[in-house]
């Protein structure tokens, strides 16, 4: 529609509303409608002129009449006899029945004519309800704001998370009960007050529409539930895919991941249930609280081992967490149940009725042992094969630890190959910058460098792998670097470096 045509539709303005009043959003559209006696002519009209009739999004141009006034919050309409009469709707650029000789072809004229058709007055009323978020908002928020009408949001289960700006703030409430009205799925909308400034990477938010009891939310992620407090631990559901990547094309059944930074366990989850063991670490006791309890849910407990410590502290011990772990298993391996399928559990009902152990399936002998439930080992490695370390902000910092991490460990014992290490960071730049994707590269290289106290021919530049996990803002890049940790560090004992 043009911005002429579809200003008609618009919502009413009043840019003096600060607590939303519902009511006040009420159009009335002069309309004609055209009554036919035979119903068959209705899908004709509608098909043949098509040019004539009503097309506006969201309002149909076929409606059911039980008296000339309608409003489209009685979306059914019936007779007494239960016989529902229909009209089709003339275009908008009729507004009363004196005008249809004017703005009607011949043709259409004669149609109607000789159909019997009645041409009558319709007035269709737009009410709060037929209107978006944005365009409500856009017709109470003051005139310079609407450049950027703020109807962004993310979803964490049932909560929509918003990050008004600082002109918005006081709007919040009205922008929260909108965005609240026109989301089925949501029950709370909440505003970030300010920046995250706990070193749990929680931030300080204020309900400004919905219910406040409780922010303890269920999010579903890749066939995972994850529950958890929203207010209290740290939670982007905008890092999805990254979580997908590492767990996809990183992780392999079987090995040994140390989650640093686990959280509720975005990545720890999904990779016991891919059957990695994980040691997943937080020091946040919420994140910790709500960790167990995933584990639990999603029933990944014989692959993943949950801890409470520094992130520091869980790098330098994590070969000793893991040699703990072995112990804690007879013959250092997990024994895990097999999936049984259907047909096979129905085989095993009808086995266990027979004495002998045998009975005929379809005509085929079925042997008692090939029914039992089965189970597969899986032996615990003594080397760690990845470190994830999702704390963007500092992970960086926590580098350091790495180094002499196998110092202890004769080198002829064999580690016969060294982790990975995925380390996330922001890289923010200024606005008077311009720098290349490449320079940029270059200067996490170089914090990396500085953190594990090394040189680039013990860890040169092309040996790391840099990602884009996403922009936080223009100039605030969020990156995965992923790199093996240098022998050379590993091995190397403290008080030489």
């Not at 303005?13 to 607590?19: A, D, E, G, L, P």
């Not at 209705?42 to 309608?70: C, G, N, T, W």
């Not at 109807?151 to 600082?166: D, E, P, Q, V």
């Not at 085929?364 to 963007?392: A, D, G, R």
Request: aromatic share 10%; with cysteine; proline share 6%.
């Amino acid at each position: 529609m043009s911005t002429l045509h579809s200003s008609k539709y618009a919502p009413p303005i009043n840019r003096n509303m600060k607590v939303l009043d519902r009511s006040f959003f009420i159009k009335k559209i002069p309309l004609c409608v055209v009554k036919f006696p035979n119903p068959k002519h209705i899908s004709e009209f509608a098909k043949k002129y098509k040019a004539y009739i009503l097309r506006v999004p969201r309002i149909p141009h076929v409606i059911k009449l039980d008296s000339i006034q309608h409003d489209s919050r009685n979306k059914t309409l019936a007779c007494d006899n239960n016989i529902v009469t229909k009209g089709v709707l003339l275009t908008d650029t009729i507004a009363s029945p004196d005008e249809i000789s004017e703005k009607l072809p011949s043709e259409v004229l004669e149609y109607l004519k000789d159909t019997q058709a009645e041409i009558l007055p319709y007035e269709y009323v737009l009410d709060y309800n037929y209107w978006k978020a944005e365009d409500i908002l856009r017709s109470v928020l003051p005139e310079e704001y609407l450049d950027e009408v703020p109807t962004g949001f993310t979803i964490t289960g049932h909560i929509a998370h918003l990050n008004l700006r600082k002109e918005f703030k006081s709007y919040d409430s009205l922008i929260g009960q909108v965005i609240l009205d026109k989301n089925n799925k949501i029950e709370c909308v909440v505003d970030k007050v300010s920046s995250i400034a706990t070193k749990f990477r929680t931030f300080p938010m204020k309900v400004i529409a919905g219910k406040s009891d409780s922010l303890v939310v269920e999010q579903r992620e890749s066939n995972c539930i994850f529950k958890f407090d929203f207010s209290k631990v740290y939670w982007n559901s905008r890092l999805h895919t990254e979580h997908d990547r590492l767990v996809s094309n990183y992780f392999q059944p079987g090995e040994v991941v140390c989650d640093v930074f686990a959280g509720v366990g975005p990545f720890a989850i999904p990779a016991g249930k891919k059957e990695v063991i994980v040691l997943a670490n937080d020091l946040n006791p919420e994140s910790f609280k709500y960790l167990k309890e995933n584990i639990k849910v999603n029933k990944v407990g014989l692959m993943v081992k949950p801890f409470n410590l520094d992130g520091a502290q869980f790098i330098r011990q994590s070969t000793d967490l893991l040699d703990q772990f072995i112990k804690e298993h007879e013959n250092g391996e997990i024994i895990m149940p097999i999936k049984v399928s259907y047909h096979h559990r129905k085989k095993q009902k009808m086995i266990q009725s027979i004495d002998n152990g045998k009975h005929d399936y379809n005509g085929k002998v079925v042997e008692k042992v090939l029914l039992e439930p089965k189970t597969k080992t899986i032996k615990i490695p003594h080397e760690i094969s990845h470190f994830v370390m999702n704390l963007p902000d500092s992970a960086i910092d926590f580098l350091g630890n790495f180094v002499g991490l196998y110092a202890s460990i004769s080198e002829s014992n064999c580690i016969s190959k060294m982790p990975w290490i995925h380390v996330h960071c922001f890289e923010k730049y200024g606005n008077d910058e311009n720098l290349t994707m490449e320079e940029l590269h270059e200067r996490v290289y170089q914090r990396i460098l500085k953190s594990m106290n090394t040189t680039p021919d013990i860890l040169p530049f092309n040996e790391l792998s840099f990602h884009l996990v996403r922009k936080v803002s223009p100039t605030k890049p969020m990156f995965c670097v992923s790199y093996k940790l240098p022998r050379t560090l590993a091995f190397i004992h403290q008080n030489n470096s």
